[in-house]
């Protein structure tokens, strides 16, 4: 089976690499070999293996009939979607590592592939290497799923861990992380929490059934968590994770992406440096967690091989997936339940009386600096920011959500 790779970068390398090494076991697999045809990219590569197959025009690829298959690593919404539609449209299975185009258009392009009686597959658009697409889509399917929750972004799961771990600061630890070229030179989508906000709308579209627009996902990232935090944590037994959620309750679901305080005991607390980890409820199946690399050449490359050798597997024949177009209106973030964890400073004797006062009986946690901390009860976001904002004329050092 001949097929074309959109983007020669990280991930397309790693495809081609894939392809190469493990050619006999593939074909075993596929039922047929996979060849690469073409690789579509803007440069120019003197390396004779990959430069000979170079094509600079998109329609040579898509007026060849004998492409069957397009896997597409070039990352960002165009050219991707556009090709996406025109590969599906022509009767060509498409295969992406995407996140930024299947949060977008998953829907309308699984909807296009059916119509055409070809695939939409995108397993490496979330969790890299980890199974976790084709689990939701083919192997839980017995259950009703009503929470995953993962850490679904390396970067910043690396940060943490090394804040943690080295008891450094954010801004010391990105730079170390930038220069390991996990984090990127601009690196807002991993540490603003945009990257797992996509990663995790895929998720919930899959497990809900509807659309989820990622745009409606409350999303904070990591940027004001301090070394002071980390110690804090550990005094009270717990990590601080950037946790994405889909939650169904009581007939309504909630999403999220925030940093969180969770128990040291807690399968996601021992889910370090770059890994990530994917923890998913089921009522029939009840806890299952996915765990591996969630980024990087092979490991994400192993996953659009994968999809692949599926796709030629299924040729003829679309693999039904839940995800309709219809748009689920999420659970308003103000009316979640939440327990947080409060620094104030301490600039004030009567500190401790103004938060009996305001949060009732709290939980007070010592503090080793000059600060006055503690964790709420559970109420919704509105009722503990309703409370905050009469903090008024207090610092408020940091507040993080606890799970515990
Ligand atoms: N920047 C992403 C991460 C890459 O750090 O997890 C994989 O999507």
């Known amino acids: 089976m001949k097929i074309a790779l959109l983007g020669l970068g990280t991930v397309g390398r790693g495809v081609v690499e894939v392809i190469n090494e493990n050619k006999d076991s593939i074909a075993k697999r596929a039922g047929q070999p996979i060849e690469v045809k073409y690789i579509l990219d803007i440069r120019d590569f003197e390396d004779e293996e990959v430069g000979r197959l170079i094509v600079k025009d998109f329609n040579i690829i898509l007026n060849d009939e004998e492409i069957e298959i397009v896997a597409e690593a ?14 599906l449209s022509k ?51 017995a259950d009703e799923i009503y929470e995953i929750t993962g850490i679904l972004n390396g970067t910043t799961n690396f940060i943490l861990t ?24 601009n690196p807002e989508a991993d540490v603003e929490g945009y990257d797992a906000c996509r990663k995790v709308a895929i998720l919930s579209s899959l497990a809900f059934g509807e659309h989820v627009s990622y745009q409606d996902i409350p999303t904070e990232g990591i940027t004001k968590i301090t070394k002071e935090d980390m110690a804090y944590a550990e005094q009270i037994g717990c990590v601080i994770k950037l946790l994405a959620t889909c939650q169904k309750q009581d007939g309504t679901i909630f999403a999220r992406v925030a940093p969180v305080l ?34 990087g050449k092979l490991p994400t490359a192993s996953a659009v091989v994968a999809d692949i050798v599926d796709a030629a597997k299924h040729k003829g024949t679309n693999i039904i997936s839940l995800w309709n177009r219809e748009k689920i209106e999420l659970k308003d973030k103000d009316q979640v339940k939440v327990r947080y964890f409060v620094r104030l400073q301490k600039d004030e004797a009567c500190i401790e009386n103004v938060v009996k006062e305001i949060f009732g009986d709290t939980e007070e946690v010592q503090s080793p600096y000059n600060e006055y901390a503690f964790i709420t009860n559970i109420e919704t976001e509105e009722q503990f920011a309703e409370k905050v904002s009469r903090l008024a004329g207090f610092t408020i050092m940091n507040k993080i959500r606890i799970e515990k």
């Open 162 to 185: 090394k804040m943690k771990e080295e008891g450094r600061n954010f801004e010391d630890v990105l730079k170390e992380a930038q220069a390991l070229g996990y984090a990127e030179k």
């Open 91 to 141: 009767g060509k299975s498409f295969v992406t590592s995407n996140k930024e185009l299947v949060a977008l258009y998953g829907a309308e392009l699984l909807e296009l592939a059916k119509n055409n009686e070809v695939n939409f597959l995108f397993e490496a658009s979330v969790g890299g290497g980890i199974p976790i697409i084709r689990p939701l889509n083919q192997s839980l399917t």
């Open 262 to 295: 969770i128990s040291k005991s807690h399968p996601l607390a021992m889910v370090n440096d770059v890994f990530n980890g994917i923890f998913v409820k089921g009522n029939v199946i009840g806890e299952v967690m996915f765990y591996g690399r969630g980024a």
């Open 74 to 87: 070039m990352g960002g919404v165009e050219p991707a979607y556009t090709y996406a539609k025109a590969s």
